[in-house]
């Protein structure tokens, strides 16, 4: 089974949020086909999501072309809401309407450092832990006080819904969720072959159950 990673992408979107999980999932997809020991499908197939085809700018200015926009995304089973500047994206219906919408079809949906305040602004964090980038734990609180927020952690999973801290924390996340959805040995073999330190000690919650349908 090929799961479809869907990373949203936007102006002031923060480079490693979505670079770092996009590696994670199509390194893994490389090394899962060096292993196979007869034809398998991936277990991943990763796209960048604009909310239309018009050139986006990074933090820091680096010019990204999404592969596909909201109209013509199809079905997402793993969607990916990274963060950086997003003040502008939380006044955006359209945007918050599509995450609601798309995270209610898949079959679970991340968020990197401030990608959290855009789940939280679409409701899928009503009730859940959640985590957010050290800076921003406060501003996550204070508009969303419906949300049970907690610091120092990489990650943490409640099932449908999963959160990371800042940055590079989502590579720590993204290795989490190819454990748990192609098994713990491809995620291992993939941050060796990232040559990455994974910081696996993220939360699993016990609430997973509650999380939205």
Known sequence: M????????FDNVEVLDFA??????????????KLA??????????RTIGASDAAIRARAGL????ETTFANAGPIDILIV??????????RPEVIGWIAATA???????????????LAEAGLLDGLPATTHWEDLDELRAGWPQVQVEGGRRWI??????TSAGISAGIDMSLHLVARLAGQALAERTARQMDYDWQNSGVRSLISTRARP
Do not use: K, M, N
């Open 82 to 91: 990274p963060g950086g500047v997003v003040t502008a994206e939380l006044t």
């Open 63 to 66: 010019v990204l072309h999404p």
């Open 157 to 162: 999973d409640t099932g449908r819904i999963v």
């Open 104 to 118: 209610g079809r898949a079959e679970l949906t991340a968020s990197v450092c401030t990608g959290a305040l855009l």
């Open 37 to 46: 020991q007869e034809a398998a499908p991936p277990p991943f197939a990763v």
């Open 2 to 9: 090929t799961r479809t990673i869907g990373i949203y992408i």
């Open 20 to 33: 770092g999980p996009y590696e994670v999932f199509t390194c893994a997809t490389r090394v899962a086909g």
